[in-house]
């Protein structure tokens, strides 16, 4: 099925190459070559998939990630970081991007975690659409717990994870069952991605993410939530 993308990145070699292997993938793919021009598009929407270059002229790629998120846009997002920058890829996942890949990539790599990201973010049927979990309520529906009074969006990846979580509320889930159910046991995902995504859920979740009560770690096995029904 057709989507359409965005791709922004600033190297114009690489962004003909991309924009070509994603046209013969059959897809639409709309283009940016720096920070201004992107936010723009983002700012128009009605994108299936963002492929974000974190290193970009006069607007970075980690500002651009953090104002849609903090837009409540659930958009996945594939970020582009240069081989080395791991401060940048725990960022980006902490701000709300699904994937990323590390430049320089393959094109086969690039292109079957954007159908996989895709794949990820089609709707499908869930056990239940809200949840409490202390005094947050979790609306998998509209990709958002609020707590508080205040709304934290939800990526598509945090709520395919408590969606599991939830359905096996109280049972531990592994790290190795999350990668192997959420990120098709991609290989070059680790367990840092996963405590990552988990770190960064207990900030929505908890009223004090430092002494977690809901998610838990077991450690050893993974992790469980416990929920108020």
Known sequence: MTKRLLLIEDDLALRTGLCDAF??????VATAGDGDAARKALLAGGFDLVVLDLMLPKRSG??????LRARADRTPVL?????????????????????????PFGIRELLARVRALLRRAEPRPRAATSFRVGDATVDLAGF??????????????????????????????????FLKELWGGDLSVGNR?????????????????????FLLTVHGAGYKLLVDG
């Open 23 to 28: 046209l013969a993938e059959g897809h639409e």
């Open 62 to 67: 980690l500002e651009l990630l953090r104002e």
């Open 79 to 103: 970020v582009l970081t240069a081989r080395g920058d791991e401060g940048d890829k725990v960022l980006g996942l902490e701000l709300g991007a699904d994937d990323y890949v590390t430049k």
């Open 144 to 177: 958002a717990v609020l707590r508080g009074g205040v709304t934290h969006p939800l990526s598509p990846k945090e709520v395919a994870m408590l969606e599991l979580l939830f359905l096996e509320a109280g049972t531990v889930i592994s790290r190795e069952r």
């Open 193 to 213: 991605t996963i405590d990552t995504h988990v770190l960064n859920l207990r900030q929505k979740l908890e009223p004090d993410p430092r002494e977690p009560r």
